[in-house]
């Protein structure tokens, strides 16, 4: 279990580290911030495995750069 506990750590310090410079830069038209991939990105993944298609996911990356209302992706 010490392992996903450092791997969380990791990921809020990332967080943070990516958030923050979103709020400086948001009034200048910029958006700064994390894509959190928490699934297997490919056609078919091993089994057991969750997945998402690599087109599903730069589809849902590419509505959150052009609507550029959310400051986080999380693909799940």
């Known amino acids: 279990m010490t392992s996903f506990g450092a791997l969380n750590t990791a990921q809020i310090v990332t967080r943070s580290l990516a958030l923050n410079p979103h709020q400086a830069v948001q009034p200048e038209g910029l958006f700064v911030g994390p894509i959190a991939i928490g699934v297997f990105i490919g056609i078919v993944a091993p089994q ?8 599903a996911t730069a589809d849902a990356t590419w509505e959150v750069h052009a ?7 999380v693909i799940s």
Do not use: K
Request: positive net charge; without cysteine.
């Open 48 to 55: 057991g495995w969750p997945h998402r298609s690599p087109a």
């Open 67 to 73: 609507a550029r209302n959310e400051r986080e992706l």
